[in-house]
C-alpha cells in the first residue's frame, strides 16, 4: 500500500526565506505525487503534480518540487516566502498502475506553513 | 479542470439526526471520492463513488452510517447519519476523470451539539 510521511508538521520561516517542505513516500514503483495547499475554510487547491515526465517539477506561485527515486522523496521548494503562503501543505501519492476504481489518493498528515514577518 | 460546488459549505446539528452534503461538477467525472478532515488531521478517505454502482468504503466507514448516492457523472451525495460529536469534522468530495488530475470541493465544516 502506498504511503506518504511528512516530515514536520509545523514549519515556520521568515518572510523572504527559503521554504522547504519535505515528503517521502513508501512504494514499489515511482508513484504520481501531488502537492496541494489548503488556506483556512476551503478546500484543496493543487500546486504541483509528479507524473513521470521531468522530475523537476514547477508549480503555481513559484513554487517547485523535484522527485528523486534514490530517496523516495518529493520535497517542495519556494525561494522567496510570501506572508500569502501561509497555510496547511499536503502530500499526497496515487498508484500509476491501478485499476479501475482505484484512483484514490493517499494523503500525508500535512504541514503547517508559518510566515514570520 | 472541472470546477465542484459542494453545500453546505457549514452547519451545526443536533446529535442523532442527519445531514446530506452535496457535491455537483461542471463536467463529468469518472471518480468522485468523499474524505473526512477532523481538526488539525489530514484527508481520510470514506469511499469511493461511481455511478451506477454501490459505493466502495474504506476500513472503518459503512454504509448505514455514510450512505452515498451518485445518480450521474456529475453529482454526489454523502449523509453523515445518526450523527454525535464525534462526527464534528469537515467533509471533503474529490472528482477525477480517471488519470491524475483531481478536483476538490471546498468543503462541510460539520459541527454536532
Known amino acids: 500500500a502506498q504511503s506518504v510521511t511528512q516530515l514536520g508538521s509545523h514549519v515556520s520561516v521568515s518572510e523572504g526565506a527559503l521554504v522547504l517542505l519535505r515528503c517521502n513516500y513508501s512504494?514499489?514503483?515511482?508513484?504520481?505525487l501531488f502537492w496541494y495547499v489548503q488556506y483556512p475554510n476551503q478546500g484543496l487547491q493543487l500546486l504541483l503534480k509528479y507524473t513521470s515526465a521531468a522530475t523537476l517539477v514547477k508549480g503555481i506561485n513559484d513554487f517547485e518540487a523535484e522527485f528523486k527515486k534514490s530517496e523516495t522523496s518529493f520535497h517542495l521548494t519556494k525561494p522567496s516566502a510570501h506572508m500569502s503562503d501561509a497555510a496547511e501543505y499536503f502530500c499526497?501519492?496515487?498508484?500509476?498502475?491501478?485499476?479501475?476504481?482505484?484512483?484514490?489518493?493517499?494523503f500525508g498528515k500535512g504541514t503547517k506553513l508559518s510566515v514570520i514577518p | 479542470s472541472a470546477v465542484i460546488s459542494q453545500k453546505p459549505s457549514r452547519d451545526i446539528c443536533q446529535r442523532g439526526t442527519s445531514l446530506t452534503i452535496q457535491c455537483q461538477v461542471d463536467?463529468?467525472?469518472?471518480?468522485m471520492f468523499w474524505y473526512r478532515q477532523q481538526p488539525g488531521q489530514s484527508l481520510t478517505l470514506i469511499a469511493t463513488?461511481?455511478?451506477?454502482?454501490?459505493?466502495?468504503?474504506e476500513s472503518g466507514f459503512v454504509i448505514d452510517k455514510f450512505p452515498i448516492s451518485r445518480p450521474n457523472l456529475t453529482f454526489s451525495t454523502l449523509t453523515v447519519s445518526n450523527m454525535s460529536p464525534e462526527d464534528s469534522s469537515i467533509y471533503l468530495c474529490s472528482g477525477t476523470q480517471g488519470s491524475h488530475g483531481y478536483t476538490f470541493g471546498s468543503g462541510t465544516r460539520l459541527t454536532v451539539v
Open positions: 499526497a501519492v496515487r498508484d500509476p498502475y491501478s485499476g479501475a476504481g482505484s484512483y484514490q489518493l493517499t
Open positions: 463536467s463529468q467525472v469518472t471518480m
Open positions: 463513488a461511481n455511478q451506477g454502482s454501490e459505493a466502495t468504503y
Open positions: 512504494s514499489s514503483v515511482p508513484p504520481y
